[in-house]
């Protein structure tokens, strides 16, 4: 626990924001002449689990018909054949 008054606080807060990011400071106690009246401290880092690739998801199932072979006339319009 670091304990800073207003002005050092402000003068100084990018540092004690980068030692609160590495670790060095658990709280930045602010002071207004020596009387504690606030706490600066780092939030928890987000836990991100790496995103799985092409996995399945159970929720959601593709038709049969999903893997028919479109209509001609849809399959026309995409080649510009039809009007």
Known sequence: M???????????????????????????????RNEPIAELRALPKRQVAPRRILEADPRFRLPAAFFEPLPEEVVDAFDGRSA
């Open 2 to 32: 670091v304990k800073v008054n207003i002005h050092e606080a402000k003068t100084h807060l990018s540092e004690h924001l980068d030692r609160l990011e590495r670790g060095d400071e658990d709280v930045v106690v602010i002071c207004r």
